[in-house]
């Protein structure tokens, strides 16, 4: 299994840091989980391939170009920080 931490700031509290754990198995497409944490508190959760895939279609992209994204918005760290922006709610 491999696995990334990042931190991010979101722009809903650009003072507050949050960590961002992503772990998958063969790559993001085949589905992967995320931990994220501030610290005190951490909140865990997995998506499916089939969520991948559904939400792909709903955004009307190539799936292989979505996961693309995917990787570049979680996985990437400090290259990708000025590209996404993160809102926490």
């Not at 961002?20 to 499916?48: P, R, Y």
């Not at 391939?49 to 693309?68: G, P």
Request: aromatic share 8%; charged share 30%; proline share 2%.
């Amino acid at each position: 299994m491999e696995k990334t931490l990042n931190r991010i700031h979101p722009v809903s509290d650009p003072e507050a840091t949050y960590f961002l754990q992503v772990s998958w198995e063969k790559d993001l497409g085949t589905g992967f989980g995320v931990m994220l944490s501030d610290g005190q508190c951490a909140w865990t959760g997995t998506v499916s391939e089939a969520e991948i895939s559904r939400e792909a279609a709903d955004m009307e992209m190539n799936r292989e170009k979505y996961v693309e994204e995917l990787k570049k918005a979680l996985i990437a760290g400090e290259e990708s920080a000025d590209k996404y922006n993160f809102v926490i709610s």
